[in-house]
């Protein structure tokens, strides 16, 4: 705060944009994670759905955005769709990623589900101890990570001897 008589005071505020350092620390990589994927992305938002595909096509995923729960299912149940993991916000206009998640685990189980949300209070109603769930924003490392867990926590145990 700088005050002068007669002139007027200023307030000068520093408010920093993140709550970790935008440098990396030293031998901290400033890479994103690698992952070889197909992802369904399911976001209603068009700004954010570019976002983060952007984000997953540089860590190496193909990624197919959609933006309803509705088109979601529908390419994800196709016989054909390929797909290794689903990424799916969970407050939508048409349909939510949790209604998704669940029909999805029903009649494709194979198919992992990450949701994410900016909406704390639907975090909690999500169903199911072992389902993911992010919180807008995320670092692609963070989504990256995620997507990895849920993909490999699905491919079945090798047998034992």
């Known amino acids: 705060v700088a005050s002068k008589l007669r002139v007027g005071t200023t307030v000068s505020m520093l408010i920093p944009a993140t709550a970790k350092s935008a440098q990396p620390s030293r031998g901290e990589a400033a890479t994103v994670s690698k992952l070889s994927a197909r992802v369904l992305l399911v976001e209603d938002s ?13 860590s190496g995923c193909v990624v197919t955005p959609v933006s309803s729960a509705v088109e979601a299912e529908r390419l994800a149940l196709a016989p054909d769709s390929g797909f290794d993991v689903v990424l799916s916000d969970i407050v939508m206009p048409e349909g939510d990623g949790v209604a998704l998640a669940a029909r999805l685990r029903k009649r494709k189980p194979e198919l ?6 900016g909406y704390s209070r639907e975090v909690r109603h999500a169903v199911g101890p072992d389902m993911e ?7 692609a490392d963070e989504i990256v990570g995620a997507l990895s867990r849920a993909i490999s926590a699905q491919r079945p145990a090798s047998p034992m001897h």
């Open 133 to 139: 769930i992010l919180a807008k924003p995320c670092a």
């Open 46 to 58: 068009p700004e954010l759905s570019s976002s983060i595909a952007a984000s997953l096509e540089k």
């Open 112 to 117: 992992p589900v990450v949701l994410i949300t």
